[in-house]
């Protein structure tokens, strides 16, 4: 009986991926918050990059240009990943990319916004 329980719920987790998690890095004017979709990202499948940005009043910020950086910091001569995001809604800002292979990952996005550019980095592994 305990080794068909161990089974079922064996069985049960299969196929499920995991939830997106909220990478949140804070400046002197900015909140930015990046999810990637799927997460774990595969590699070689596409991924959704969307960073959401608010002012230090907690307010959208709509208007900015995001390019986003993509590298393996172990990994010295890959080549560029660079997506531009559009922004979709106010403050909210998407980019579709390729994760190129498994591990830790470096995803710098460039926010400019009235001829301020802000520098973020964020971490993350794929599967």
Same mark, same amino acid.
């Given at each position: 009986? @305990? @080794?068909?329980?161990? %089974?079922?719920?064996?069985l049960?987790?299969?196929?499920?991926t995991?939830?997106?998690?909220?990478? !949140? /890095?804070e400046?002197?004017s900015?909140?930015?918050?990046l999810v990637?979709?799927?997460?774990p990202?595969?590699?070689m499948?596409?991924? !959704?990059?969307?960073l959401?940005? %608010?002012?230090?009043?907690? /307010?959208?910020?709509?208007?900015a240009?995001?390019?986003?950086?993509?590298?393996? $910091?172990?990994?010295?001569?890959?080549? $560029?990943?660079?997506?531009?995001a559009?922004?979709?809604?106010?403050?909210?800002?998407?980019? /579709?990319?390729?994760?190129?292979?498994?591990?830790?990952? /470096?995803i710098?996005?460039?926010?400019?916004?009235?001829?301020?550019?802000?520098?973020?980095?964020?971490?993350?592994? !794929?599967?």
């Amino acid at each position: 009986m @305990l @080794l068909c329980l161990v %089974h079922l719920l064996a069985l049960s987790s299969c196929g499920k991926t995991a939830s997106p998690v909220s990478l !949140t /890095q804070e400046t002197d004017s900015l909140t930015a918050t990046l999810v990637v979709f799927p997460y774990p990202p595969v590699p070689m499948r596409d991924a !959704t990059l969307e960073l959401t940005l %608010h002012d230090a009043g907690g /307010q959208p910020v709509s208007g900015a240009k995001v390019r986003f950086d993509l590298t393996m $910091p172990s990994c010295v001569s890959m080549p $560029p990943n660079r997506p531009e995001a559009t922004e979709d809604e106010p403050g909210v800002y998407r980019a /579709q990319t390729i994760f190129t292979m498994a591990g830790a990952w /470096q995803i710098d996005a460039d926010v400019s916004l009235a001829g301020v550019s802000e520098q973020l980095t964020f971490y993350l592994a !794929t599967k």
